[in-house]
């Protein structure tokens, strides 16, 4: 079998990877580095629940080569979950009900926050555009178009990030 060495800076820490040439970015994220937040559920690019960012963009790893990744920066869940930002999109789902069984979170908020980041995230029309590719077999997705909804009228803490030295800003927050 076809190997490939990668370097990919996974939430922020640069990876040198030797993989299957054909190995899927979520095998790699699972089970050789341990980050189990993207989820495998479809892996044909329709639910969403293992939605990762790839240079700030929402891609679906459940068929994205990790080769693919090469030289790029992938944000899981667990890194966007070290953010200043985080407390914010946690906020939003919780006051609003936008969660249940937690399967399919992650992926809903790492596309909003690509959104967001985008500045594609301004009203409902964006909100449910922008989720189409995420499935939710819980909510019934009202709440989590309110929570969409409010984080599209709440600014990223990027100004208080960028003054508490950049740590915030590079993805990464210390531990309480």
Known sequence: MEEAAVRIGING???ELTVPARELLLDTLRDRLGLTGAKRSCDV???GTCTVLVDGEPVSSCTYLTCDADGREVLTIEGFARSDEFAQFERAF???AALQCGFCTPGFMLTLKALRDAGELRDRDDVI???DGNVCRCTGYKSIVEAAEALAGEPAPAA???RAGGAAASGSRDAA
């Open 13 to 15: 820490t640069r990876r």
């Open 45 to 47: 690019q329709v639910c």
């Open 94 to 96: 919780v006051d609003r």
């Open 160 to 162: 208080a990030e960028a």
């Open 129 to 131: 555009a922008g989720l």
